[in-house]
């Protein structure tokens, strides 16, 4: 397995999972997961903080695609489908956005499960005779994912006796036949994922005449060789196991994982011969053991186990430095899985250039705060842990409050007035209603806080405004103290005067087009209207002109196609105008200064023959 630690080498480090605090972590992330085609996939998140958050789902083509596709909805939520088989063996991602700070989870593996229900090859009659030292009867599945594994029934009634075997091709083998072996053989196909069991066309073995029986000790199946037989899973799967040798006598079977024999239990079940064991919830095992034996000898066949799959991670850990101090994290990794890859994020946005199993934060700042994570990823997995880093300042800085939103409210409907604090320490704020003369605290329970390792939003819900909300003043007030001193208190406030006003779509009037002489400044006139009022922005070609947001621009002489662009509360509305640039002179002063030049052509002409004449 792949361990991630992160170790600090400045500072200590403690466990964080208090809702309140401004950290947060998963408290789940999406599993790897099975669905059937055709169904709906369902994967959920959640984090340790109640605090209103953003969630997006991503889809990943592999452990290395860092964008992927971001899937429609929202929530901790997902439900995505109908799964086809585009799906299987991708990978999905959820993240959660808190105030700007933003958590990607681990990677999880979808896979979509069927079972087809045309068998490759199905159990044709066969006749051996009594005493033979072996029969085999041939089932090749139908194809499904995971791969389907067989069982047989005999005459309708499921077959496990000590002599019969199913070894990794399908096949049905029976030793040291006699006739009672002779019936009907049908053969099953099953799926670990729960899909219908397939049953084959029976094949009907008849057991007649004799043949003398031999003495044979305990040998290898070639089908076992044959197909290479090995057993490849993701952790945490269902497998079978198979175990098969001839002789005569028939062998005793028993499957073992190290020295130790498999028993039926909460994670495995075990034929009552040892022929077969269903291994579940597989862990990192490499290989187990199929061993076979007689009163003429044993066998041993070592089957190796191929388990590739899920990285362990530890996370979840707050860290608390000063300003100047280095941050050392370091990701430590050991596993079969192949060597990892690294890659590291600060809230939500990765750190170019870092793909070290170290990150080192020299002479850290407060703004080097936040929640990091170290990404670990081979081709079977990707996991993440999370570490919160607190960078605290040397020095004390005053609070300092700032109202962000909007000073308009609509008639009849909902409004939230926001507000930031900042200091060292962080400050609480609060919101304070001015009426009056007189200046009244809200309740909390009507403010929503979002807190942040820096400062603090504080975000004031007002419900169905009406007009007695016109023109009252809310005041944001905030409190911190020095860090060496707690009978020095800083205190400052931010206000803003609510305007309610009715609700109208912004509307624009402008000229169609217009025509100018090239380079010279053409005045355009965007009549806006709308209430709140519409903010306006002028672009030229689809470009923004950057500073112009009044009704009249000057444009300067060139031409081409102007736009309007007029937004508030309810929506945006935007109007071209053409602006035609026509050449420096009209047809008709053109036409005059031909005029001017043939006749001045024509002076010259006149004076040079006169002047000729007297000359000769």
């Known amino acids: 397995m792949l361990a991630l630690l992160f170790v600090l080498l400045t500072g200590f480090g403690v466990n964080a999972q208090d809702e309140s605090s401004v950290a947060f ?25 109640e605090v209103e958050k953003t969630w997006s789902w991503t889809l ?33 991602t959820c993240s959660a956005d808190v105030f700007g700070t933003q958590l990607i989870s681990r990677y999880a593996l979808i896979r ?48 496990d006796q000590g002599n019969t075997y199913v070894d990794p091709l399908g096949g049905l083998n029976i030793l040291n036949v006699d006739e009672s072996c002779g019936g009907s053989y049908t053969c099953i196909a099953n799926s670990f994922q729960g899909h219908d069991p397939v049953t084959s066309r029976a094949g009907v073995l008849t057991v007649s005449g004799t043949t003398t029986q031999a003495s044979l000790p305990v040998t290898y199946d070639v089908s076992f060789a044959y197909s290479r037989y090995r057993i490849s899973a993701r952790m945490g799967d269902s497998v079978r196991v198979l175990c098969g040798f001839l002789g005569n006598p028939a062998p005793t079977f028993v499957i073992k994982i190290g020295s130790e024999v498999v ?110 994570q170290c990404f670990a990823a ?40 926001s507000c930031v604090g900042q200091g060292n320490p962080v400050p609480s704020v609060t919101w304070h209603r001015k009426e009056a003369n007189t200046v009244n605290a809200i309740a909390i329970d009507n403010v929503v806080y979002k807190e942040t390792f820096i400062e603090i939003l504080a975000m004031l819900n007002i419900a169905n405004l009406s007009m007695a909300e016109d023109g009252i003043e809310y005041i944001c007030k905030g409190v911190n103290t020095d860090l060496y001193e707690s009978s020095i208190i800083y205190q400052a406030d ?39 009022p519409p903010t306006i922005e002028w672009f030229m070609n689809g470009l923004k002109i950057d500073g112009e947001a009044e009704e009249t621009y000057v444009t300067d002489g060139l031409g081409g196609v102007y736009t ?53």
């Open 25 to 49: 972590y998963f408290k789940s992330e999406p599993a790897d997961t099975w669905v059937a085609l055709g169904e709906t996939l369902t994967l959920s998140c959640s984090t340790s903080t």
């Open 494 to 532: 931010s206000s803003i005067i609510l305007q309610v006003v009715q609700a109208i779509e912004p509307s624009i009037s402008l000229p169609s087009t217009s025509v100018i002489k090239s380079g010279m400044p053409l005045t355009l006139i965007c009549s806006v209207e709308g209430s709140p």
């Open 378 to 417: 081979t081709v079977y997995s990707k996991e993440q842990s999370t570490f919160a880093v607190t960078v605290s300042a040397l020095d004390s800085v005053p609070v300092k409050v700032t109202v962000t939103s909007d000073e308009y409210g609509l008639l009849g409907e909902n409004a939230q007035l």
């Open 112 to 159: 979509v499960s069927f079972l087809e229900e045309e068998f490759q090859v199905e159990p044709s009659d066969v006749t051996a005779k009594s005493g033979s030292e072996h029969a085999r009867l041939e089932c090749l599945p139908p194809n499904g994912n995971p791969a389907p594994y067989v069982t047989w029934q005999k005459d309708g009634e499921d077959l």
């Open 564 to 616: 309007c662009k007029a937004t508030n509360m309810i929506g945006t509305v935007e109007q071209e105008v053409i602006v035609e640039s026509k050449p420096e002179f009209s047809g008709g002063e053109i036409f005059l200064i031909l005029l001017i030049v043939g006749f001045l052509l024509t002076v010259l002409v006149s004076y040079s023959s006169s002047w000729s004449g007297e000359t000769s």
């Open 263 to 372: 028993k039926s239990s909460d994670t495995a079940e075990v034929s009552a011969h040892g022929t077969w064991a269903n291994l579940h919830s597989l862990g990192g095992i490499s290989a187990v053991k199929c061993e076979g034996s007689n009163s003429l000898g044993s066998q041993t066949m070592n089957i190796p186990i191929d388990v590739t799959g899920s990285l362990q991670v530890a996370g979840g850990i707050a860290v608390n430095i000063l300003e100047g101090e280095q941050a050392t994290m370091v990701c430590s990794e050991s596993g079969p899985n192949g060597d990892p890859t690294f890659s590291w994020y600060k809230n939500g946005a990765k750190l170019g250039g870092e793909t070290a199993r170290i990150l080192e934060v020299k002479n850290t700042m407060r703004a080097d705060s936040g929640m990091y």
């Open 60 to 92: 990943h083509s592999s452990t290395s695609d860092v964008t992927g596709t971001v899937l429609e909805g929202s929530g901790d939520t997902l439900e995505y489908g109908p799964a086809d088989m585009e799906l299987n063996n991708k990978f999905i």
